[in-house]
């Protein structure tokens, strides 16, 4: 099992400029979440699935758009960056039973 | 509003001793509470939960317990390896149906030989 990934592991963006954060699990788990880490402020919700098709906002949805076609995969569009979001952006899945989600290694964000 | 707060960002301990990570919060709705821990350029890893209707969870070195009275929670990492050295994210379940994790700052942990 690869587990969760996420590409690319690097990226800057000019402000705005549009792209979308790849992420993928294979551990067939229903629910999918990213989150974005900015120091000081620990890891903020920022979209979520329960499975294909359903999709629901976080804490910090503004700017950020998410479809979940498979279950494998939950891509987060970065609609026109803004230096605001500049930060780590972390995909995470787990069974939708189960309270342990599972990280991927993160993104790395700058908007320029 | 931050619903869950840990107010040491930084912690240094001698191996071998005790390692205490603090955290408390103010959602009295929060079922499940967790700790991930994170090393530099990887995602965070699960490392202990309790649930809310229990005041104490050990798992090997790795205690962790529960005050709701209080609204406060503590990790106990014992005896300290240079492991153990990461930062320690506190994380509460908000929504059982939806798996949402409300994180803490987090604790940067340093074990010094």
């Known amino acids: 099992n690869a587990g969760v990934t996420q590409t690319p592991k690097f990226q800057v963006l000019k402000t705005g400029q549009s792209m979308t954060l790849q992420c993928a699990q294979d551990?067939?788990?229903?629910?999918m979440s990213w989150y974005r880490q900015d120091p000081g402020m620990g890891l903020r919700l920022i979209h979520y699935?329960?499975?294909?098709?359903?999709?629901d906002q976080g804490e910090v949805p503004n700017g950020y758009n998410v479809s979940r076609s498979t279950t494998e995969d939950f891509p987060l569009r970065l609609l026109s960056a803004a230096p605001s979001q500049t930060s780590v952006y972390f995909c995470?899945?787990?069974?939708?039973?189960?309270?342990?989600?599972?990280f991927g290694p993160g993104t790395r964000l700058t908007v320029l | 509003d931050q619903q869950v707060k840990q107010n040491s960002p930084s912690l240094s301990v001698q191996e071998g001793r005790i390692s205490i990570l603090n955290c408390d919060y103010t959602?009295?709705?929060?079922?499940?509470f967790l700790w991930y821990k994170k090393y530099p350029a990887e995602g965070p890893t699960f490392l202990i939960s309790?649930?809310?209707?229990?005041d104490k969870n050990e798992d090997g070195r790795f205690t962790v317990f529960l005050n709701k009275s209080a609204k406060h929670l503590s990790l106990h990492i014992v005896p300290s390896q240079p492991g153990d050295s990461a930062v320690y994210f506190c994380?509460?379940?908000?929504?059982?149906?939806?798996?949402?994790?409300?994180f803490g700052q987090g604790t940067r942990l340093t074990i010094n030989p």
């Open positions: 995470a899945s787990s069974y939708s039973r189960s309270i342990e989600q599972f």
């Open positions: 551990m067939n788990h229903e629910y």
């Open positions: 699935s329960v499975g294909a098709g359903i999709t």
């Open positions: 959602n009295s709705m929060f079922d499940y």
């Open positions: 309790i649930s809310s209707i229990k």
């Open positions: 994380a509460a379940r908000a929504n059982q149906g939806a798996q949402k994790l409300v």
